[in-house]
């Protein structure tokens, strides 16, 4: 019974204060950076055409989204909502880079960073009001994976966690459609 116990116990501590993800970390910048280098069949204007048309796919606003293009680069600046205990917890602002060559292309996201909300207003509980509260910006979010109080931990780690699992299935979608052929007008 008290190995019963104690293994529940342990459980329960590891699961409370369970660890950010293996975060990939930039090392020069030190930075969580995520990136990869992909050879790919097609030149740099073709490339430059799916890169386009994966920024428009992706994004509500790929115009809001980019913020330089060129036909060796493209670079664009985008938001994720993240959610805390079933309720909305801020963004996490971010910035995609994809470097376009003959036959290749690098992708590199990088400057991770919490932007909280002000709300205003609030919610009636029977015939209580109760003030919805701000949620502050926490700022970078290596900086983040480094906190030591209990309860910021908790709550940095599931934000963190919810930044890697909705980066990896962004880069498996671009490199998905820059391994795409548009299809030509003909092909019509």
Known sequence: MKILLTTFLLISIVGAFAQTPNLPI????????????????????????RAREWFAKTYK?????????????IVGKALMQVYYKGGDYGYINYTISIYLKDGKYKYEITDFYHKGEVRTGGVYVGNRYFETPDIPDYGACEEMMHEKKKHAQKVFNSLITQMDEN???LIASMNESMNKQIAKKDDF
């Open 26 to 49: 930039d090392s020069t910048t030190h930075l969580i950076t995520y990136s990869g280098i992909v050879n790919v069949a097609g030149n740099k204007d073709e490339l430059y055409s």
């Open 167 to 169: 980066i990896k299935p």
């Open 61 to 73: 606003s790929a115009q809001n989204v980019i913020q330089m293009d060129t036909k060796d680069k």
